[in-house]
């Protein structure tokens, strides 16, 4: 899971940034182990098919929509032939529907289509980046369908794969993605994605700024995922405890 690639990011998005070239180096990795990156529609599809998935296999994906996906991310994918998903919020992209909401730089509608038109899969992110499981019906709704008619507006092709925003959702808003017309959804949780985790909670591991090429060879094979995470562990079960309670105190007569 990537967000930003930029030489120079903002304070908000610095940590969750890689540089063009750790990227570049990373992906060169990728293809040295003879990995076979998927798109998320393809993975999901093998797996409700029972089709085979091909030798060693990968998602590189994308969230938010940051410029620097067009610019630095793209021409190395486009250099190793590589696929890749791109979850975009469409009320941070610039143009008609922008919120004035975005964190750092964003792509433009324009970048998004020659992204889809080079291999990249386009999927949902929410329309203004919410924590959805805070959201009332109406709200989470909203969030959800008018993501997907944009995308499917500018881009001719409704998005079938969802992420969630922060990696947050519960069984309501999991039900909630599926009513949409998403056919699968990433979530967060710093571990391999397996065929056990459904369709709608399927995990990734976080690729940060401060990932060097050591650990990330280690995320490549799996190897010391629980050690390598445990502080996000420990903060996202913290996290789940206190949405749960201020979900009970809005519930509350």
Not at 96 to 110: H, R, S, V
Request: hydrophobic residues 40%; glycine residues 10%; aromatic residues 8%.
């Amino acid at each position: 899971m990537y967000h930003a690639v930029a030489v120079e990011p903002n304070d908000a998005t610095r940590a969750l940034s890689v540089t063009p070239a750790a990227f570049a180096e990373q992906m060169a990795m990728v293809a040295e182990r003879g990995m076979t990156p998927l798109t998320t529609a393809e993975l999901a599809a093998a797996w409700r098919t029972g089709r085979p998935l091909p030798a060693r296999p990968v998602l590189v994906t994308f969230d938010d929509g940051y410029e620097g996906v067009h610019r630095h991310a793209l021409p190395v994918l486009a250099g190793h032939g590589f696929p890749a998903t791109l979850f975009v919020s469409t009320g941070w992209l610039r143009g008609p529907y922008d919120t004035g909401g975005a964190l750092d730089t964003m792509l433009g509608w324009g970048q998004v289509r020659e992204l889809a038109g080079a291999g990249v899969e386009i999927g949902g992110h929410s329309h203004t980046h919410p924590q959805l499981d805070q959201l009332g019906a109406e709200r989470l709704r909203h969030e959800l369908v008018h993501c997907r008619e944009i995308v499917t507006d500018q881009l001719g092709t409704a998005p079938m794969s969802f992420a969630y925003p922060y990696g947050y959702s519960d069984r309501r808003v999991r039900a909630a993605v599926r009513e949409t017309g998403y056919a699968q959804a990433l979530a967060v949780g710093n571990a391999p994605a397996r065929r056990a985790q459904g369709p709608y909670a399927l995990r990734r591991v976080t690729v940060r700024r401060s990932t060097g090429a050591e650990e990330f060879a280690r995320l490549l094979e799996c190897r010391a995922i629980t050690r390598t995470f445990a502080r996000d562990r420990a903060l996202t079960k913290g996290y789940a405890t206190l949405r749960r309670t201020r979900q009970l105190r809005r519930r509350a007569p």
